[in-house]
């Protein structure tokens, strides 16, 4: 759905971005991650045309963006980290400006107007003036004016910078339900929402590609250790002595006390070792219950921070 290749961009003598390569399949939801600087904008403004890049390839939908801009236009829905609105129109009157902009067919307009006001959850508030709305509202205005036209690709640039929390879950809930009939690359500096709603994730670095994978894959390739979390029913002392004595165990420490005598317990382990059964068979022999076990890979986070803090290129 989305080729780049060698995708380089100068600003004078310093490098905005450099050498980028990847693709996202059609249907994906891609996190595009990096700290402040690190080229993601820059990026995104090339993919959509706002600005050329100094070299490389950008295919959206097979249609290169220096050679056929109009069709990759066509073909993509773009929410800036600000929303391009016009504060002192209504709702209503200004995503018809924006239908008229991006040549929707006066028939169908209406309709679609109405399904996407009706999808962003805008259509009680589509008479009002839209400096009048609230940010939430702003940012779902923003949204809405992306999916004019039913765009293949959504380009999304912090989509919920400046919400509140329950705001946040509602946007998020959104851009989920949109991953289904679009290929969306999402910008968020929040990597708990890119982990919920994004399959897998690009790092950018000083302008290089730092890393892409799967969060999972990401996890494995970066923890140096194994962990998991295990609830055990037995005395705190015993517990955590009996797990310290197996081999591959290099820390536990009891974490949360659900009730008396049944505590959660964080284990790390060598990353190559599998210290599950030996801990199954150590609580067995000394009539302890294992209440319930679960992995514990690397969060986005941690794997963020390795990855923006090693100057070394990791792919």
């Not at 990597?191 to 994978?213: F, N, Y």
């Amino acid at each position: 759905m989305i080729e780049i290749l060698d995708l380089t961009k100068n600003y004078g003598h310093v490098v905005g971005v450099k050498n980028l390569n990847f693709t996202v399949e059609k249907g994906e939801v891609l996190g595009f991650l990096g700290p402040n600087g690190a080229g993601k904008t820059t990026t995104m403004n090339i993919i959509t045309g706002y600005m050329p890049s100094t070299k490389g390839t950008v295919k959206v939908c097979g249609y290169d963006i220096m050679e056929q801009p109009t069709e990759v236009k066509k073909r993509i829905g773009y929410l800036p980290e600000q929303p391009p609105i016009y504060m002192d129109m209504t709702v209503l009157d200004y995503l018809n400006f924006v239908g008229e902009l991006k040549k929707v067919d006066k028939k169908i307009k209406k309709s679609q107007l109405d399904d996407i006001m009706e999808l962003v959850k805008i259509t009680d508030v589509r008479k009002r003036m839209i400096k009048n709305l609230s940010k939430g509202y702003k940012q779902r205005v923003g949204l809405a004016q992306a999916l004019i036209g039913k765009p293949e690709v959504l380009v999304l640039d912090e989509p919920t910078v400046g919400l509140d929390p329950k705001q946040i879950i509602e946007i998020r809930k959104l851009i989920k339900a949109l991953g289904k009939d679009h290929t969306i690359i999402l910008s968020s500096h929040i990597l708990t929402e890119v982990s919920a709603v994004c399959e897998r994730v690009v790092i950018i670095h000083k302008g290089e590609i730092a890393a892409i994978d799967t969060p999972e894959n990401l996890s494995k390739s970066f923890g140096t250790m194994s962990k998991m979390s295990i609830t055990i029913s037995g005395p705190k002392n015993s517990v955590v002595n009996s797990i310290k004595e197996i081999y591959g165990v290099k820390y536990v420490e009891a974490s949360v006390e659900k009730e008396k005598d049944i505590i959660t317990y964080i284990v790390e382990s060598d990353k190559d070792l599998d210290v599950r059964k030996p801990i199954f068979f150590a609580m067995a022999k000394a009539g302890y219950p294992i209440m319930e076990l679960k992995s514990l890979g690397m969060s986005l986070e941690d794997i963020f921070l390795q990855v923006v803090t090693e100057d070394k290129e990791v792919v």
